[in-house]
């Protein structure tokens, strides 16, 4: 598994460097936008009825102020609007990136 070597925030985004060498440089909106969160994404139930995710899309002048690890899978960013529940698995992050 390829995980983070080093994460920055640097300016509106956050650098990570993977420990294959690759860098990422996303931003806070974008990284926002693509919360897995079911507030963001929505969620099914057992019958494929997909609750919530009917929320705002565009996420204009919002940052990452902090992250946290969670386990050797993925991080959780800290949104300046309060949002702090989507999950962001490495490999998603990397697709994200398009380096997967």
């Known amino acids: 598994m390829i995980l983070p070597a080093e994460i920055q925030?640097?300016?509106?985004?956050?650098?990570?460097?993977?420990?294959d060498a690759k860098e990422s440089y996303f931003k806070g909106e974008r990284l926002r936008a693509a919360s897995p969160s079911?507030?963001?994404?929505g969620e099914h139930d057992i019958l494929g009825n997909k609750y919530g995710g009917a929320g705002p899309k565009k996420f204009s002048g919002v940052n990452v102020?902090?992250?946290?690890?969670?386990?050797?899978?993925?991080?959780?960013f800290d949104f300046s609007?309060?949002?702090?529940?989507?999950?962001?698995?490495?490999?998603?992050?990397?697709?994200?990136?398009?380096?997967?």
């Open 9 to 19: 925030l640097v300016g509106d985004e956050v650098a990570i460097r993977w420990s």
């Open 38 to 41: 079911a507030e963001t994404q």
């Open 65 to 76: 102020l902090g992250w946290e690890q969670v386990g050797n899978y993925a991080l959780r």
């Open 81 to 100: 609007d309060g949002h702090r529940t989507g999950l962001y698995s490495f490999d998603y992050l990397r697709k994200l990136d398009g380096l997967v």
